[in-house]
């Protein structure tokens, strides 16, 4: 049975989440052939300088120099979200997005014992939202939580959106503490008076029993391209073009490169893209959460070790040639979330991925969208509430496109007893919601 607390939760949220037409991330796929100007940005003067000296980079290189160069990169000095930015995601389409996320956190955490503290990781924490969503949730089901420590900590590298997420999350009145020289480079306290941290690393993070989140974050994190010749894989690199000033072009390693040991040697694809710092930051969480307890929660387009060629880029909410005007658009590659299972097995269980609207569906959004649209009277709030339901849940839009992927103790899928604290000690739920039906316990 189903039972569901939506009606505790709190009003509707005052401000307007952007407008429905712009596109998401996930949507397009590029050839990287599209005309376009070719503007010689700081990043393409300095990209240029760079393989000049030491010669073509990988796909990855060029992404992570692109998107988290320190002086230049993409996400480091600009918020590139909503509706004047760049593109769109599920937080800031729909509140009900991270109220359910919330109810996902609450409903694990009572499934495996009501620990007596708990940290909120968040991973690529965007403007902030998803998680000012996440703790109105629990600040609304005080009465559940109200014997427990929680502390907030956001992994974030841009010193822009940090600085948003700062604005968005924490009491003006209670000045942060910065540090920018320290691993914990902003401390404060948020609105509802729970610790907040900032970090550029996850190794950074304490390793206390934690809840980690990560939506649309995997997606941003740097890809190696690879081609089937005759010859076996070869990689993708990033070159200067002879032919035109100021332009860069693919071209193909003349030999074997390292990252080629990433590539399953049953490989059926002839072109394949792999991340290792994915699989790098999945073998963190999951040793973490084997010996802690908690769990993990990805969320983001992807496959499953099926698609070949998702490298893109986005500018304002179009398709943008991934070699044009580096530093001015947002780069991403589809999640291949086998190679993320893959880097878990032997150490925690994985649960999906599975698709958005299912999840939603699980975690109850119907009953959620029926209080908010009850509550409220004003015409174009009750349209933005449909529209963002829309968007989110609509097999065409993002709910197929959108995939949930959790990572758990092995117990927990294995009704064993909980061993952390023994007084509180009671069986494992086998269902977890979201993947089932959210049932409280
Ligand atoms: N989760 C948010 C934002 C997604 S955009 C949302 O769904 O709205 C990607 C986020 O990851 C941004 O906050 C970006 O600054 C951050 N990011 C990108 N690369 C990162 C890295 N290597 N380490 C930590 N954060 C990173």
């Not at 009572?110 to 998803?130: D, H, I, N, W």
């Not at 993708?236 to 002879?242: G, K, L, Q, W, Y």
């Amino acid at each position: 049975m189903s039972v569901l607390l939506r009606s505790g939760l709190g009003p509707l949220c005052a401000v307007a989440r952007a407008a429905i037409p712009f596109i998401w991330r996930g949507k397009y796929f590029s050839s990287g052939n599209e005309p376009a100007e070719n503007p010689v940005t700081p990043m393409l003067r300095h990209l240029m300088y760079k393989i000049k000296s030491t010669g073509p980079i990988t796909v990855a290189e060029y992404m992570k120099e692109v998107l988290t160069n320190p002086a230049k990169g993409y996400y480091v000095y600009r918020d590139m979200l909503g509706e004047k930015g760049d593109f769109i995601t599920s937080p800031e389409i729909s509140q009900i997005f991270g109220e359910l996320l919330g109810i996902w956190f609450i409903s694990e955490w009572m499934a495996t014992g009501k620990s007596t503290a708990f940290q909120l990781v968040e991973l690529g924490p965007g403007r902030g939202t998803l998680v000012g969503d996440i703790l109105r949730v629990f600040t609304q089901l005080g009465s559940v939580l109200k014997n427990c420590d929680i502390s907030v900590h956001l992994v974030e590298v841009s010193q822009k959106l940090s600085e948003i997420q700062a604005l968005t999350l924490t009491e003006e009145k209670v000045p942060l503490e910065r540090n920018a020289g320290s691993p914990v480079y902003m401390k404060g306290v948020t609105k509802s008076g729970i610790p907040i941290s900032w970090y550029r690393d996850l190794h950074d993070v304490p390793k206390g029993y934690s809840f980690y989140l990560a939506h649309e974050f995997f997606d941003v994190l740097p890809v190696h391209k690879f081609q089937k010749t005759p010859q076996g894989w070869r990689e993708v690199f990033v070159d200067i073009d002879p032919q035109v000033s100021d332009k860069l072009r693919f071209v193909l390693a003349p030999s074997a490169t390292p990252a080629e040991a990433f590539i399953q040697h049953d490989e059926t694809r002839d072109h394949v893209e792999v991340c290792p710092d994915a699989g790098v930051i999945i073998e963190e969480l999951s040793q973490r959460i084997a010996l802690t307890g908690g769990a993990a929660l990805v969320a983001d387009y992807g496959h499953d070790g099926t698609k070949t060629d998702t490298f893109r880029g986005f500018c304002d909410h179009k398709l943008h040639d991934v070699l044009i005007a580096p530093g001015t658009a947002d780069l991403t590659a589809d999640v291949d979330f086998s190679y993320l299972r893959r880097m878990a097995q032997g150490k925690v269980a994985s649960l999906g991925p599975i698709k958005q609207h299912t999840f939603l569906k699980n975690m109850g959004i119907d009953v959620r969208l029926k209080v908010l649209l009850d509550k409220s009277n004003e015409p174009s709030v009750r349209q933005q509430l449909l529209q963002g339901y829309d968007m989110l849940m609509n097999p065409k839009k993002m709910g197929e496109r959108f995939n949930f992927f959790a990572l758990l103790p092995h117990q927990r899928l294995q009704g064993g007893r909980y061993q952390r604290n023994a007084r509180q000690s009671k069986p494992f739920a086998s269902v977890v919601a979201g993947f089932s039906e959210l049932a409280w316990q």
